[in-house]
């Protein structure tokens, strides 16, 4: 298949002055008919006229009203048309029952839905399905169905029918229809200019007791752009719908938001803490696209990091504002370096704003998204908050209903604060993480700092140039005082020296604050000075860093060299785990290890093979000697913050079950499951009953529970994701593959649920010593069950293709292993473009 290039990008020839379209909805011979009203592109450089098409059956088309025969290819059709302004109609058929890669319109449990991000609204009908073609969409849907809904405002329903109009120019990867038999949790919000909005929420019956708290999150999310941003609505309804199949985890259409059931509905009995959490970010996230998204799109697909990376950093500002700030920051960094990091310093490395592609769907990645926002979060540091709140008010202000690129975005930055951003702007060109090696000095008084910026290969990329990294610094004295609050220093050059006068003492320096830059800080420190930090540093993030990389040195010195848990980090941690200043969630996170594949990348980074059953076992005795060590302090800790009562999924007392369930899982390793079990028997929340099964499998227990939570759940399919993915998880490696295998033959494991396959799949590409064992099973597991999925469901099949991506890393008979599981992907007579590019890339 092609490859398409961003440098190649041409003005579209055609413009949509509106569009009509009808929906004759039945399972396998929907018929959709257009009337698009289409005019000369004035910057256009042809009047050619192509229009995307793909798996459609033609019936009928008219230009004008008269007759047309044009020329159908599998991508679409061309034709010959007027010189001027002319309305095209034509009539289309589709089966949206055989639709299992859930792009276009599909059913999912007899409901029609549809996903068109990022090209899926050629699947419906021919139209030039780009994002720089907005029009204004009028649709009306025929159908017996109970509930019709599209995009904009409902403007005419009656008795098999029903009329919506959406006002807002848009592309047509934003359009949206939903038909079924759905309840809504109705609600409603006035906006500050006093606009009354209807909003719902609908899901299928058996789930409307779910939906109470994303309605919450709705609002909040409404009337936090308004204070926030001055972002109001902009149309008297809107709408989310919950769908069980769906390939990620929601979609901004304009006025009719569709999420992943995973993304919205929670009880307190069947949605974890994190659930919770989740949920409120990602309907926050998808409302706040309505102005960063749809009133202002891309241009084209290169251009995704403008919505995503902004959109982004916008729901993490929120979701910072809702609960803790240190809490936000810490999760999104290990997100970060779990997923982007990873990305980018492999063979799927690629920019913030990709140059080229074969399939789309392939670039909806953590670098687009997180390292996206990281950039925008960069971008606010170095003009401050002033020039931000400035820079994005002109942003809405000069390029409201128009396709923008990356450098309109940064325009409006240089034009409200007078700065020169062109070397700022590598960030979006140069692919892979930068390394910043720090090295220090003292004498008289003066501590000097000096920053070095290696920027590394990736694919396709050499001899990069310097960026512009601001990294936030604070000192302390030796007493642990901070004799120099956090200072910004702007690294432009690839080495740079900065330093800091009138110090007393030769002070310790807390670098690289609040992650201030997506880059690997390589500084030589040793433990003192990391429990020093620990013990005092001013920036939470900082301090958690500190006990990170505490724990992360023991862990590499137990598992490569032998040496018992380290001690300076066992003291640390019972410092920080019974500090009763601190907030619980934080010391959660404190308590968790660095993960396998943390490890697994430091091991490779100081070029030594990383051996994944090794990194599993010194993990596994870490934490029976942190329970050993604490077993004094836990059982009381443990009752102290144990939360009962009535559940809320706030902030502070999801905290604390945070702390609890991690102490629990630490208690189990010595007490013989006695209070996993109790707390499992009493729990009358999802959190605390997942928590509690865990902790059990976790100490090698549990069989009785996980049988009766089967038993207890077995209706609720996202309650029983949970159970698929539990037991993978906690497999022990030796088992993992086995157990993967095994659910994947029940008769509830399906393929054409992407969330089920996720639960057992994403879950065996997690555990890290399972997926890796030496038995090469769990390699070839996957790749016969991607084999499986692919001719269903390319989109996921190719996302879950990253599972091979660090196979560089390993031992040669690992490698040799994954390579023959790649290749033998590749070589399918009918691979999916999707799957095709992504193994391609993954060999290299
Ligand atoms: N645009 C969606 C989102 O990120 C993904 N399809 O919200
Ligand atoms: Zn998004």
Redesign the pocket.
């Known amino acids: 298949s092609p490859t398409i290039y961003l440098a190649d990008y041409t003005p579209p020839n055609w413009l949509v002055e509106e569009v009509h379209l009808t929906f004759r909805l039945a399972p396998r011979s929907t018929r959709v008919l257009s009337r698009v009203r289409f005019a000369p592109n004035p910057a256009a450089m042809s009047r050619a006229f192509f229009l995307e098409g793909e798996e459609l059956t033609l019936i009928s088309a008219r230009i004008d009203g008269a007759e047309v025969k044009p020329e159908v290819t599998p991508e679409g059709l061309t034709c010959a048309v007027p010189d001027g302004p002319f309305l095209w109609e034509a009539e289309v058929e589709i089966a949206p029952e055989a639709n299992t890669a859930l792009e276009g319109l599909y059913l999912s449990n007899g409901m029609y839905t549809t996903q068109c991000?990022a090209q899926g609204f050629r699947k419906i009908t021919y139209y030039p399905d780009r994002p720089d073609v907005m029009s204004v969409f009028t649709v009306r849907i025929e159908s017996d169905l109970p509930v019709l809904l599209s995009n904009g405002n409902r403007v005419a329903q009656g008795d098999g029918f029903a009329e919506w109009h959406d006002p807002w120019p848009k592309p047509a990867y934003l359009f949206a229809l939903v038909a079924g038999d759905l309840l809504a949790l109705p609600g409603s919000f006035t906006t500050r200019s006093g606009k009354a909005v209807e909003l719902n929420v609908w899901v299928r019956k058996g789930d409307e007791d779910k939906c109470d708290f994303a309605m919450e999150a709705l609002k909040k999310s409404m009337k936090w752009d308004e204070d926030v941003y001055g972002r109001e609505y902009d149309l008297d309804i809107f709408n989310i719908v919950a769908v069980d199949d769906f390939n990620?985890?929601?979609?901004?259409n304009k006025g009719l938001n569709i999420f992943n059931s995973s993304a919205v509905l929670a009880s307190p009995e069947t949605a974890t803490d994190a659930n919770f959490e989740r949920i409120e970010a990602i309907i926050a996230?998808?409302y706040f696209?309505n102005w960063t998204?749809n009133r202002i799109t891309c241009r084209d697909w290169f251009q995704l990091c403008l919505?995503?990376g902004l959109?982004v950093f916008r729901d993490a500002q929120f979701t910072a504002d809702m609960r803790s700030e240190p809490v936000k920051r810490i999760s999104d960094v290990l997100d970060l370096r779990g997923r982007q990091f990873r990305e980018d310093g492999g063979p799927l490395a690629h920019p913030v704003r990709p140059e080229s592609f074969k399939e789309i769907n392939n670039f909806?990645t953590a670098t687009v998204?997180e390292k996206g926002a990281e950039v925008i979060g960069m971008l606010k540091r170095l003009v401050g908050d002033d020039g931000y709140g400035k820079a994005v008010q002109l942003y809405f202000d000069r390029h409201d209903g128009q396709a923008c690129t990356i450098e309109d975005w940064l325009k409006v930055f240089e034009d409200a604060t007078g700065r020169d951003l062109t070397q700022f702007k590598r960030w979006y060109s140069q692919a892979g993480t930068p390394v910043v090696t720090m090295t220090d000095s003292y004498a008289d008084g003066t501590y000097t700092v000096t920053l070095k910026q290696t920027l590394p290969d990736t694919p396709g990329q050499t001899d990069k140039q310097p960026q512009v990294i601001p990294f936030a610094i604070g000192l302390l004295d030796p007493s642990g005082a901070e004799v120099v609050p956090t200072t910004l220093l702007e690294l432009t050059e690839r080495e740079q020296s900065f330093a800091f006068e009138g110090l007393k003492a030769r002070p310790v320096p807390s670098p690289l604050r609040g992650f201030s830059a997506p880059v690997v800080l390589d500084h030589a420190t040793d433990n003192a000075a990391r429990a020093f930090l620990l013990a005092h540093d001013t920036d939470p993030f900082n301090r958690w860093e500190a006990g990170r990389q505490l724990a992360k040195s023991a862990l590499v010195a137990m598992i490569g060299g032998g040496q018992s848990p380290d001690a300076a980090y066992l003291d640390g941690l019972r410092a920080l785990v019974t500090d009763e200043t601190l907030d619980p969630a934080f010391r959660a996170l404190a308590l968790s290890l660095p993960s396998e594949d943390d490890l697994a990348q430091a091991f490779a980074d100081a070029g030594r093979t990383p051996d994944p059953q090794a990194i599993w076992e010194g993990r596994e005795a870490m934490r029976s000697a942190v329970a050993e060590v604490l077993a004094d302090a836990l059982p009381a800790l443990y009752a102290r913050h144990l939360v009962t009562g009535p559940y809320s999924p706030e902030a502070g007392p999801a905290g604390k079950r945070a702390l609890t369930n991690a102490l629990l899982a630490l208690i189990s390793r010595t007490d013989g499951g006695a209070a996993a079990r109790a707390q499992y028997a009493a729990a009358d929340n999802m959190t605390q009953q997942l928590g509690a099964l865990s902790a059990l499998l976790g100490a090698g227990q549990g069989a009785e529970e996980l049988a009766a939570f089967a038993d207890q759940w077995r209706h609720e399919r996202l309650v029983m994701d949970k159970w698929f993915m539990i037991q993978v998880a906690q497999a022990r490696p030796e088992a993992a593959a086995a157990t993967a295998a095994a659910l994947a033959e029940r008769d509830d494991f399906t393929l054409t649920n992407p969330n089920r396959f996720r639960a057992v799949f994403g879950a065996l590409a997690m555990n890290q010593a399972g997926f890796h064992h030496a038995s090469g099973d769990g390699y070839r597991l996957l790749a016969d069950w991607l084999i499986r999925l692919d001719p269903l469901n390319p989109q996921t099949t190719a996302r879950m293709c990253s599972a091979f991506q660090t196979w560089r890393r390993y031992d040669a008979d690992r490698k040799e292993m994954m390579q023959a599981q790649l290749e033998r992907i590749a070589a399918l007579p009918k691979l999916s473009r999707d799957t095709g590019e992504m193994v391609g890339r993954i060999l290299g």
Not at 248 to 252: F, H, I, K, L
Request: hydrophobic share 20%; proline share 0%.
């Open positions: 991000e990620m985890g929601a979609m901004e996230h998808e696209h998204g919505k995503e959109t909806y998204y």
